[in-house]
């Protein structure tokens, strides 16, 4: 399994950034896909997921407006528009194609920075 993430920046805060991952090693249409993040100093957190069809999804409140998450299974790939970024989102984003209490691969993470 692997799964590279990228799109992550250096943003001010009110800045959009699209974060990028690829999966390989599994059947990518059959699995929910999630993005998670991991702040300094905190857990890693759970922010979006899209199911494996018809493509419904959840977010955490906390991003509810400002994150879309998407794929495109025939690129093996799942987005996520984040819009209006502020410091405190400031992170390493994960994706994954299994639950955090499940998830035995990792990608390296995108590092999204936001600050002025």
């Known amino acids: 399994v692997m799964l590279v993430e990228s799109g992550g920046g250096l943003v001010q805060p009110g800045d959009s950034l699209r974060l990028s991952c690829v999966g390989s090693g599994f059947t990518f249409s059959d699995y929910g896909l999630y993005w998670y993040r991991q702040a300094p100093g905190k857990e890693r957190e759970w922010v979006a997921i899209i199911f494996k069809y018809p493509g419904i999804t959840k977010y955490i409140d906390s991003v509810k407006g400002r994150f879309t998450i998407w794929r495109d299974n025939a690129l093996n790939t799942v987005y996520l528009q984040m819009n209006n970024l502020n410091p405190e989102e400031t992170a390493m984003y994960y994706c994954?194609?299994?639950?955090?209490?499940?998830?035995?691969?990792w990608g390296q993470g995108t590092q999204v920075t936001v600050s002025s």
């Open positions: 994954n194609y299994r639950p955090l209490s499940e998830a035995t691969y």
